[in-house]
């Protein structure tokens, strides 16, 4: 149904936009400094599962809405905005307290996290804008079911972003692992990582919708 030279087109441009670090990497790598490598890999985790049904959601009509409607894009933006900002401040106020899960790599907090990333990734409307823009491009019209056409195309996605953000986590948490043996210099990346992710939910509310 969907031939080798689409998914190798689609694949190439995936790649292209999900290399680049954006929204998706400055989380994961906010949620690695502040917390570790599991959480960082499961919110890569409840990224992916969003952008799954954020690609259903395209394929039945709903991104459209998103797309042509400045009311809901900014709705969906605000609400991811705060999001973040949230969960940056209480990375910043429980920076101290990093010391004690350095042990199990934090890795209690992986539904959770996996649940904080799946919000994030759900309420970012670029991602939605962006398949909805996309994702018809790459369909066959000839070929029938356009529709699993492209949740075959969000798949792909969803596969490259997990392996590239997966990386970035890791990177993030390995890093985060010298910082350990000292606990003013965790504190110090646990507050960074918290920073970062409020300058992200800052960025995402007041970036504006091209028309």
């Not at 499961?42 to 459209?64: D, N």
């Not at 010391?99 to 409307?125: K, S």
């Amino acid at each position: 149904m969907v031939s080798t030279h689409q998914m190798l087109a689609f694949s190439a441009m995936a790649l292209v936009i999900v290399v680049i670090p954006g929204p998706s990497v400055l989380f994961v790598v906010g949620r690695a400094l502040a917390h570790g490598r599991r959480t960082a890999l499961a919110g890569v985790v409840g990224g992916v599962l969003a952008v799954l049904v954020l690609t259903a959601a395209v394929a039945v009509g709903i991104g459209s809405i998103v797309e042509r409607s400045a009311v809901v894009f900014t709705a969906l933006k605000i609400v991811g905005a705060v999001y973040i900002v949230y969960l940056g401040v209480q990375a910043v106020r429980h920076r101290r307290s990093l010391q004690e899960a350095v042990g199990r790599d934090d890795g209690g907090r992986g539904g959770r996290a996996l649940l904080q990333g799946f919000i994030v990734g759900l309420t970012n409307p670029k991602t939605t804008v962006f398949f909805a823009a996309v994702l018809p491009q790459f369909v066959v019209r000839g070929h029938g079911h356009a529709a699993l056409q492209m949740m075959v195309f969000g798949l792909i996605f969803a596969i490259i972003a997990l392996l590239c953000d997966s990386v970035w986590g890791i990177a993030a948490g390995t890093a985060r692992a010298w910082f350990a043996r000292s606990p003013r210099r965790l504190a110090a990346i646990g507050g960074t990582g918290g920073l970062m992710m409020i300058g992200l939910g800052v960025t995402v509310a007041a970036t504006g919708r091209k028309e």
